[in-house]
């Protein structure tokens, strides 16, 4: 018997080394190469049979015919959002998100959902059991075929014979091809299945839609190439405990990776939410100290999102500062400006801040109403419900204008909010009639317009 051939391959960024090194040369990360079989033989195409030889010409840029790419839509808005306008023919898509987070019930729910002749290929789950979840999500697509298998070249032949216009594999992690050695989930297998997909994909104009295991530090399981491979890298995501999930594209070859989509997760499935701002905002009964509302935009969308505040004398020598939803990093920033800046004592104080719906944000446009929760959480006096907050802190304590002003006063228009406290240096042409627009600009005139 022929000797297996071997490769050394890093685990986390998939360089290949022809022996076992301690560190990887390329990432510097230590002891992630590990031994693969692989058996190189003479490489086939994704189909059996050869195609010719085509070589191409390079051409002028305006002597390229130009059409728009060719979409399909998706008939989930949400996604269509995300993705820039629906699948693109011939594109590959990859899904990463935690185990459990929804990824196989939001690409069965796309499978079901597309009028289009869908191919679903499983290869975690058994026939059985998806037409369970199925049962779940009370679809009446009946275009939707559905097949358990991992070798690829058994899944060629399957698209051969249906002749679907979407493909969707659930996942890229138990693929396998007869051409390596290697056991699934393996860098080289994840390698070679996936540019066997991409080659179908471009072959064919259908367009392939991913899913994709992801590490414990978040990233998608297998190596960095793989996302350099495919078009389009969607990232899903959201707290397991509760059921909100959001989705947001971290690559997008076709669009912009600004935008982001909002699900649900009900017991017949996930539900796209239209208006995120009203489930956001807690619903409660009179006002409360150590909460307020930041009119924040995720991507190109505008939310509102309720911070809550609790500052306690601390237990113990020293304080406690925790965040959930927020960097605790900027946290401790916020507070020490508050502390240097203002003059507010919250040295021996516990703080905790959370953001209301188990989401993360990041825009610092929201340093405002941090800072508004914390001190009114401190003074145990209550904001207005019908008030918001859109600024940036800087260092000094000043209150620094943000990006697309307007159309966060607009949506807090919309929602019914009567007054929004922004930065005086952020320039305003519209004029608004059912908001009052108040400009600030240090951290002493928060406290003064809200508790003095
Ligand atoms: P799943 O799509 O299997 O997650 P992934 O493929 O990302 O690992 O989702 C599993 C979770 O979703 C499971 O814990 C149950 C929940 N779920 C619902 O709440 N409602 C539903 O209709 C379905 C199908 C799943
Ligand atoms: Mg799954």
């Keep these: 018997m022929a000797k297996a051939k071997t490769t050394f391959f890093c685990q986390n960024c998939g360089t290949q080394y022809a022996k076992w090194l301690g560190q990887c040369n390329s990432c510097h990360e230590w002891n992630t190469i590990v031994e693969e079989v692989i058996q190189k033989e003479e490489k086939r195409n994704w189909k059996q049979t050869p195609t010719t030889k085509k070589t191409n010409k390079a051409l002028k840029i305006n002597e390229i015919p130009f059409d728009k790419e060719d979409r399909i839509s998706t008939l989930n808005n949400e996604l269509n959002r995300v993705l820039g306008g629906g699948l693109v023919k011939g594109s590959m898509t990859l899904l990463g998100g935690e ?72 996942s890229i992690q138990t693929l396998h091809t007869e051409y390596i050695e290697a056991s699934p ?49 969607l990232q899903f995501e959201g707290d397991r405990n509760h059921t909100y999930r959001i989705l947001r594209a971290n690559k997008n070859r076709f669009g912009s990776t600004a935008e982001l989509g909002i699900y649900e997760m009900q017991s017949i499935g996930l539900r796209e939410v239209e208006n995120p701002s009203e489930i956001l905002i807690s619903q409660k009964e009179g006002d409360l100290s150590g909460t307020a509302i930041a009119a924040t935009l995720e991507g190109m969308r505008p939310l509102m999102i309720e911070v809550q505040a609790l500052v306690s004398t601390a237990v113990y020598g020293t304080p406690q500062r925790s965040a959930t939803g927020y960097d605790t990093k900027r946290l401790n920033m916020l507070l020490a400006v508050l502390e240097k800046r203002a003059g507010f004592r919250l040295g021996a104080k516990d703080v905790f801040l959370n953001i209301a719906g188990g989401i993360k944000v990041d825009d610092p446009a929201i340093d405002l109403a941090v800072i508004s929760a914390i001190l009114s959480s401190n003074e145990d006096d209550a904001i207005p419900q019908d008030f918001c907050f859109a600024a940036e802190i800087g260092l000094a304590g000043e209150i620094r204008p943000v990006n697309r002003v307007e159309q966060r006063i607009l949506e807090a228009e919309k929602l019914g909010f009567h007054k929004i406290f922004i930065s005086k240096f952020n320039k305003i042409s519209k004029s608004f009639t059912s908001i009052k627009i108040v400009k600030v600009a240090k951290v002493d005139d928060i406290y003064a317009n809200l508790f003095a």
Excluded: W
């Excluded at 072959?203 to 996302?227: F, M, N, R, S, Y």
């Design 185 to 233: 989930g393996s860098i080289s297998q994840i390698r070679e299945t996936t540019a066997e997909f991409i080659k179908f994909a471009k072959e064919t104009a259908t367009p392939v839609l991913l899913i994709g295991h992801i590490t414990k530090d978040g990233a998608i399981a297998g190596p960095k190439i793989l996302e350099h491979m495919v078009d389009v890298v």
């Design 99 to 170: 185990p459990g987070i929804g990824k196989s019930t939001l690409l069965l729910q796309i499978a079901l959902g597309i009028p289009k002749r869908v191919l679903y290929v499983s290869g975690e789950e058994s026939q059985s059991q998806i037409k369970m979840r199925a049962e779940r999500l009370q679809s009446k697509n009946t275009n939707c075929l559905i097949l358990t298998e991992t070798n690829t070249q058994n899944i060629f032949r399957a698209i051969e014979e249906v002749q679907p216009d979407v493909v969707v594999i659930d």
